[in-house]
């Protein structure tokens, strides 16, 4: 956008970015406030007012003008399966922000009449029944009246996925199918499996089933991740921590983003784990692993962090809460330790999938016993993972043996099942107040793409108001942060967890140059519209990846999305649903489609028992909207 006004006069101090007039939250306590910002070489140059600009201003500076927009350092997400969701994300179809299963439903019926014949049709993630008008998952015959004849596989949280009859035949499930471990088919009286898989308690069966859908191709891949990287700088993400998972193997699914690293195509940073894909051959893994690497190999654009958020398969919990809490072997510590022992000798770091305290004080125990040896506390960075019910004794524990924690918004779409499951309970679930009071390094994150949106705005609204995507209120105000301090979670926290604090997280000179002007000022919006922020301008070191509104045109040409059936070339990604930005007539025709559904919906709950009939069973009242739908 030309600047009037402005006379390129630098000649030796040049920038190569600068952006003004603009409302700079830096993150810096020595400056926390500014005008205007310039970068060169990718780092920051200068910040200050829009006058210090003017000596940074050469011929082939561009300049913009952020009009009076709040911008931010760029956010970065602790916890997000990135390479994963690059891999899959041009095929799948997103509710993620879709506010009626009409609406899905609709959106399913059209993409299976594109897609081609051998192709799934896949909803993986991103959203929850609860977000619904009707609050509630598709029936099969739902699906089996959209796609007759295209396998249609929609995957519910960690807790069941729907299937329609060419989806069963395509992953080959018949009456004959044997029971999986830790999961079950549920099948109808002729012993037929009836499209529904359940998670009880492990989502194996619902991972692997979809793992029998087709993939892409190599190009493919790198187009699909490119437009994934995309969507996430659209929400002003500039940086992440992919913490692996199943069904990513090293070095075959990490290629791809090695491959546009090489090529200086990555529009946001990555710092990525490694995780033993094969039970029983864990030790043997992370052997390989730390005799040929070593964490932070890399550069500022992909690099490794450590092992996890697996170690061994035996000591990871589940964390669907429409189920009891699962017990683990009893005996996992034996093969645990070796693995925790060879990192820390070895100087490497590592994060732990723990949903519940019962694991995180198992795990605590045999930190404990290394640092008899001098293991712990010894430099390594290591951290938790979601910790939903660590309790206050466990924090001091960790914090003792110089560990650090990171929470994902998991109950913004599990919340009404934990509180239904849990009670009171939900109101320190996690005890992020106590954790920062403690001093604990709390990065936050999304758990995306299979089960929380990757929209890290839905995040923070999680985390300052303690309100779910299906407007349930869980958390107190005693267990809910400031707006300041939700988005410090996301930046600085983040960039402490993976030893990039010196460089990232802050808007200050010689730092990375990442930073997003938001849609709306994420610090005086009212409250329910934070979920809707997006980022008109996303920089990652200095270069424009994404621009929208006054701003579109600025960034980087993209691919086209492949293939051309792909339900991203039509629908997009995350869908805004902000009300306030819909017409009148709209709004009020879905309100009016979904309120009849609805409310038959909640009769048919309390019929159940499966929640009150009144509001009021916590006392104080702040859990009334999970029960008054």
Same mark, same amino acid.
């Given at each position: 956008?030309?600047?009037?006004?402005?006379?390129?006069?630098?000649?030796?101090?040049?920038?190569?970015?600068?952006?003004? $007039?603009?409302?700079?939250?830096?993150?810096?306590?020595?400056?926390?406030?500014?005008?205007?910002?310039?970068? #060169?070489?990718?780092?920051?140059?200068?910040?200050?007012?829009?006058?210090?600009?003017?000596?940074?201003?050469?011929?082939?500076?561009?300049?913009?003008?952020?009009?009076?927009?709040?911008?931010?350092?760029?956010?970065?997400?602790?916890? +997000?399966?990135?390479?994963?969701?690059?891999? $899959?994300? =041009?095929?799948? &179809?997103?509710?993620?922000?879709?506010?009626?299963?009409?609406?899905?439903?609709?959106? +399913?019926?059209?993409?299976?009449?594109?897609?081609?014949?051998?192709?799934?049709? #896949?909803?993986?993630?991103?959203?929850?029944?609860?977000?619904?008008?009707?609050?509630?998952?598709?029936? =099969?015959?739902?699906?089996?009246?959209?796609?007759?004849?295209?396998?249609?596989? =929609?995957?519910?949280?960690?807790?069941?996925?729907?299937?329609?009859?060419?989806?069963?035949?395509?992953?080959?499930?018949?009456?004959?199918?044997?029971?999986?471990?830790?999961?079950?088919?549920?099948?109808?009286?002729?012993?037929?499996?009836?499209?529904?898989? &359940?998670?009880?308690?492990?989502?194996?069966?619902?991972?692997?089933?979809?793992?029998?859908?087709?993939?892409? /191709?190599?190009?493919?891949?790198?187009?699909?991740?490119?437009?994934?990287?995309?969507?996430?700088?659209?929400?002003?993400?500039?940086?992440?921590?992919?913490?692996?998972?199943?069904?990513?193997?090293?070095?075959?699914?990490?290629?791809? !983003?090695?491959?546009?690293?090489?090529?200086?195509?990555?529009?946001?940073?990555?710092?990525?784990?490694?995780?033993?894909?094969?039970?029983?051959?864990?030790?043997?893994?992370?052997?390989?692993?730390?005799?040929?690497?070593?964490?932070?190999?890399?550069?500022?654009?992909?690099?490794?962090?450590?092992?996890?958020? /697996?170690?061994?398969?035996?000591?990871?919990?589940?964390?669907?809460?429409?189920?009891?809490?699962?017990?683990?072997?009893?005996?996992? *510590?034996?093969?645990?330790?070796?693995?925790?022992?060879?990192?820390?000798?070895?100087?490497?770091?590592?994060?732990?999938?723990?949903?519940?305290? *019962?694991?995180?004080?198992?795990?605590?125990?045999?930190?404990?016993?290394?640092?008899?040896?001098?293991?712990?506390?010894?430099? $390594?960075?290591?951290?938790?993972?979601?910790?939903?019910?660590?309790?206050?004794?466990? +924090?001091?524990?960790?914090?003792?043996?110089?560990?650090?924690?990171?929470?994902? /918004?998991?109950?913004?779409?599990?919340?009404?099942?934990?509180?239904? #499951?849990?009670?009171?309970?939900?109101?320190?679930?996690?005890?992020?107040?106590?954790?920062?009071?403690?001093?604990?390094?709390?990065?936050?994150?999304?758990?995306?793409?299979?089960?929380?949106?990757? /929209?890290?705005?839905?995040?923070?609204?999680? &985390?300052?108001?303690?309100?779910?995507?299906?407007?349930?209120? =869980?958390?107190?105000?005693? $267990?809910?942060?400031?707006?300041?301090?939700?988005?410090?979670?996301?930046?600085?926290?983040?960039?402490?967890?993976?030893?990039?604090?010196?460089?990232?997280? !802050?808007?200050?000179?010689?730092? +990375?140059?990442?930073?997003? !002007?938001?849609?709306?000022?994420?610090?005086?919006?009212?409250?329910?519209?934070?979920?809707?922020?997006?980022?008109?301008?996303?920089?990652?070191?200095?270069?424009?990846?994404?621009?929208?509104?006054?701003?579109?045109?600025?960034?980087?040409?993209?691919?086209?999305?492949?293939?051309?059936?792909?339900?991203?070339?039509?629908?997009?990604?995350?869908?805004?649903?902000?009300?306030?930005?819909?017409?009148?007539?709209?709004?009020?025709?879905?309100?009016?489609?979904?309120?009849?559904?609805?409310?038959?919906?909640?009769?048919?709950?309390?019929?159940?028992?499966?929640?009150?009939?009144?509001?009021?069973?916590?006392?104080?009242?702040?859990?009334?909207?999970? !029960?008054?739908?």
């Amino acid at each position: 956008m030309p600047v009037g006004g402005l006379v390129p006069r630098a000649t030796e101090n040049a920038a190569d970015l600068v952006v003004r $007039n603009a409302k700079i939250h830096t993150g810096d306590p020595s400056r926390p406030v500014a005008q205007a910002i310039a970068v #060169r070489d990718g780092r920051v140059l200068a910040v200050g007012d829009d006058h210090d600009m003017a000596g940074h201003v050469g011929p082939a500076t561009r300049v913009v003008d952020a009009l009076g927009r709040r911008m931010v350092p760029g956010l970065n997400d602790s916890h +997000l399966h990135v390479i994963r969701g690059g891999l $899959n994300y =041009v095929l799948e &179809l997103r509710w993620d922000g879709v506010r009626s299963l009409r609406e899905g439903l609709s959106m +399913l019926r059209e993409q299976a009449a594109r897609t081609p014949k051998g192709q799934w049709v #896949r909803v993986v993630g991103g959203w929850s029944a609860e977000q619904f008008a009707e609050r509630r998952l598709p029936t =099969v015959a739902e699906l089996n009246a959209a796609a007759p004849d295209t396998p249609v596989f =929609v995957l519910h949280l960690y807790q069941s996925a729907v299937l329609n009859r060419a989806a069963l035949r395509a992953a080959g499930f018949t009456r004959d199918t044997p029971e999986p471990r830790g999961g079950q088919i549920v099948r109808g009286r002729d012993g037929e499996p009836t499209g529904m898989l &359940l998670a009880a308690p492990s989502a194996l069966i619902l991972y692997s089933t979809l793992a029998k859908a087709p993939v892409l /191709n190599g190009e493919d891949k790198k187009a699909s991740t490119r437009h994934f990287l995309r969507e996430l700088n659209r929400f002003g993400l500039t940086s992440a921590i992919d913490a692996a998972g199943g069904f990513q193997n090293f070095p075959d699914n990490y290629a791809t !983003v090695v491959d546009l690293a090489k090529a200086g195509q990555l529009s946001l940073r990555i710092a990525y784990h490694l995780f033993p894909q094969t039970a029983g051959q864990e030790i043997a893994g992370l052997t390989r692993w730390v005799e040929t690497a070593r964490p932070e190999d890399g550069d500022e654009w992909l690099r490794l962090n450590g092992a996890g958020e /697996n170690l061994t398969w035996a000591a990871a919990d589940f964390e669907n809460f429409a189920q009891p809490r699962p017990e683990l072997a009893s005996d996992y *510590e034996a093969e645990f330790e070796k693995a925790v022992r060879l990192l820390m000798e070895n100087g490497w770091g590592f994060r732990l999938h723990a949903t519940y305290d *019962e694991t995180i004080r198992r795990d605590l125990a045999v930190f404990e016993r290394l640092a008899a040896e001098g293991l712990f506390p010894s430099g $390594n960075r290591w951290l938790f993972d979601h910790a939903e019910t660590v309790t206050e004794d466990s +924090l001091d524990r960790i914090a003792a043996l110089g560990g650090a924690l990171s929470v994902q /918004n998991r109950l913004s779409f599990q919340g009404e099942a934990f509180v239904r #499951r849990y009670g009171i309970a939900a109101a320190t679930a996690p005890p992020i107040r106590a954790m920062l009071e403690r001093g604990l390094t709390v990065g936050a994150g999304t758990d995306a793409t299979r089960v929380s949106t990757y /929209n890290p705005w839905v995040a923070l609204h999680w &985390l300052v108001s303690g309100r779910t995507v299906g407007d349930c209120l =869980v958390r107190p105000p005693s $267990n809910r942060v400031d707006r300041q301090t939700a988005l410090a979670m996301f930046t600085t926290a983040g960039a402490e967890l993976t030893g990039e604090q010196d460089v990232k997280g !802050v808007l200050r000179p010689g730092y +990375l140059g990442d930073f997003a !002007v938001l849609s709306e000022d994420c610090f005086t919006v009212p409250e329910p519209v934070i979920p809707h922020i997006e980022s008109l301008l996303t920089v990652v070191g200095g270069r424009i990846v994404y621009a929208a509104g006054e701003y579109e045109g600025l960034d980087e040409e993209m691919p086209p999305v492949t293939p051309a059936w792909s339900p991203v070339a039509h629908f997009g990604g995350y869908r805004s649903a902000d009300p306030a930005r819909l017409g009148g007539v709209r709004q009020a025709e879905l309100i009016g489609e979904a309120v009849g559904e609805a409310g038959e919906h909640l009769r048919w709950r309390v019929r159940r028992g499966l929640v009150p009939q009144r509001g009021d069973a916590y006392g104080d009242g702040f859990l009334d909207p999970c !029960v008054s739908h």
